[in-house]
């Protein structure tokens, strides 16, 4: 697999998720910088987490603009997977790759922490790695996490089994006490209509090796070497 990671003025999670994907796939990714107007041959492409031109105006909406995403929108509608990550979902909501906004949490504070998620879909080619209903144990690390979309949008997620995380207590019950930032019906991860992107608030690169306490992100990262060759 050979995956190309976005770098910004500001990215300040590229280098963790480069790791994370070389210990999976077993190469280097290609760090593309936002300036650049085409990228590699690239059978992955990821958006890191980070603080994209410093949360200036409003998180993502300037990278949006940015040379290399009007090519990664491209790629994206042409089927080669996008993982989001943090700040890169918040890109993906304002490229229009995924539908929603991401609003600041509800108690107005920076989260950083350990979260669990409960994994609700299984069939993309990020989450096979898990167990339908599986729980994991993933970081979390945002001011702006809070999903919010309309009535019509969160039906459409639902039926569509496109919502691919939500919060959760430890024994995967999700309710509001297991909400940390007040996102609706705690979503933490959604996936596009076709599958092929996926936008996450919590950084499973953060908990991909031993070293870090934990490898509940790291089936991620294998899944997509493992299907992407």
Same mark, same amino acid.
């Given at each position: 697999?050979?995956?190309?990671?976005?770098v910004?003025p500001g990215?300040?999670?590229?280098?963790d998720v480069?790791?994370?994907?070389?210990?999976?796939?077993g190469?280097?990714?290609?760090?593309?910088?936002?300036?650049?107007?085409e990228?590699?041959?690239s059978d992955?492409?990821?958006?890191?987490?980070?603080f994209?031109?410093?949360?200036?105006l409003?998180?993502?909406?300037?990278a949006?603009?940015?040379?290399?995403?009007?090519?990664?929108?491209?790629k994206?509608?042409?089927?080669?997977?996008?993982?989001?990550?943090?700040?890169?979902?918040?890109?993906?909501?304002e490229?229009?790759?995924?539908?929603?906004?991401?609003?600041?949490n509800?108690?107005?504070?920076?989260?950083?922490?350990?979260? /669990?998620?409960?994994v609700?879909n $299984?069939h993309t080619?990020? &989450?096979?790695g898990?167990? =339908? @209903? #599986?729980?994991?144990?993933?970081?979390i690390? /945002?001011?702006?996490?809070n999903? $919010?979309a309309?009535d019509? &949008?969160?039906?459409e997620? =639902? @039926? #569509?089994?496109?919502i691919?995380?939500?919060?959760s207590?430890?024994d995967?019950? $999700?309710?509001?006490?297991?909400?940390?930032n007040?996102?609706?019906?705690n979503i933490a991860?959604?996936v596009?209509?076709?599958?092929?992107v996926?936008?996450?608030?919590p950084?499973?690169?953060?908990?991909?090796?031993?070293v870090?306490?934990?490898?509940?992100?790291?089936?991620i990262?294998?899944?997509?070497a493992?299907?992407?060759?």
């Open positions: 697999m050979q995956a190309s990671v976005i910004f990215s300040n999670c590229d280098r480069k790791v994370a994907l070389a210990e999976s796939a190469r280097e990714p290609t760090m593309v910088w936002h300036g650049d107007s990228l590699p041959k992955l492409i990821v958006l890191p987490g980070g994209a031109y410093g949360d200036y409003r998180c993502g909406a300037i949006a603009h940015s040379p290399i995403m009007r090519e990664v929108v491209r994206a509608e042409g089927g080669t997977p996008v993982l989001a990550i943090c700040n890169g979902f918040q890109v993906a909501i490229s229009g790759l995924l539908p929603g906004a991401l609003i600041s509800a108690n107005l504070k920076y989260i950083c922490k350990d979260v /669990h998620l409960r609700e $299984v080619c990020f &989450t096979a898990y167990d =339908e @209903d #599986e729980v994991i144990r993933i970081p690390a /945002h001011h702006d996490g999903y $919010v309309d019509d &949008t969160v039906a997620l =639902e @039926d #569509e089994n496109r691919v995380f939500r919060y207590g430890p995967g019950t $999700v309710d509001d006490e297991a909400n940390p007040g996102s609706r019906g991860g959604i596009n209509k076709a599958g092929n996926l936008g996450m608030m950084h499973p690169e953060r908990l991909s090796d031993p870090h306490g934990g490898t509940d992100g790291r089936p990262f294998d899944t997509l493992g299907s992407l060759g």
